[in-house]
């Protein structure tokens, strides 16, 4: 697909609910062609090209050779798969997306402009697709081990400050004599790449390890 595309026609300038719901009122008898035709601002041609299911992607719009090289509802697919795998603490990379987009392609038997030798689905349409699903954007995740991810809830941050609270009382200890100490000063935790995520919510990554474990020192 050629990149930062101008269109020069005024061909196609309704909208893709437009078509369904003319192509709707035309399959329950509401409107006729031409009469739909008038209604949606959609040539008569057009209308009965995709009723009669003579394109090669029914209720969709199409200008000239350039259409998505995954069917929308496919991309749907990819988009939520994005942001369940972000919701798990896995968020997807821009590399990983396009493979999975490239698998996805074969798996169905679609014909896709995508590079065979790499394997991946490349910059165009993965510029695109965001685009197509603006709600998705690319950020850089913070390092999160598995158990600090899955222990830091208001059940387990709750008991922490209530036993807190009563070690202080007992042993009537001021808060400035707490300090937190890190057992090692070496990082065996890398820098994880950008991940795809819903655009305005916090990224976590999961790793194996993070940095020494911090322990609660009271002098």
């Known amino acids: 697909m050629v990149r930062n ?10 909208s893709k609910q437009d078509l369904e719901q003319g192509l709707d009122d035309i399959r329950s008898k509401k409107l006729s062609f031409r ?10 041609s057009t209308l009965e090209r995709h009723f009669n299911e003579k394109v ?6 199409k200008l000239g050779s350039f259409v998505p090289a995954l069917p929308l509802n496919m991309e749907k697919e990819l988009a939520e798969h994005v942001l369940q795998m972000q919701k798990m603490f896995f968020g997807l990379s821009t590399d990983i997306l396009c493979k999975l987009a490239y698998e996805l392609a074969k798996a169905n038997n679609i014909t896709v402009p995508f590079n065979d030798s790499k394997k991946k689905a ?29 222990g830091f809830n208001k059940v387990q941050v709750s008991a922490f400050f209530d036993k807190l609270e009563q070690v202080l009382m007992v042993h009537k200890i001021p808060q400035s004599r707490i300090y937190n100490v890190d057992e090692t000063g070496v990082s065996s935790v890398q820098k994880p790449k950008k991940i795809l995520s819903q655009k305005g919510s ?18």
């Open 35 to 44: 009469k739909a035709a008038e209604t949606y601002k959609i040539s008569k």
């Open 202 to 219: 916090k990224q976590v990554f999961i790793i194996s390890a993070e940095r020494g474990k911090t322990i609660t020192m009271i002098d």
């Open 56 to 61: 090669s992607r029914p209720d969709q719009i």
């Open 122 to 150: 490349g910059k165009d349409w993965l510029g695109n697709f965001l685009m197509r699903n603006p709600n998705i954007s690319l950020h850089q995740p913070d390092a999160t081990s598995l158990s600090r991810a899955t």
């Open 5 to 14: 595309y101008k269109r020069k026609t005024a061909i196609a300038q309704y």
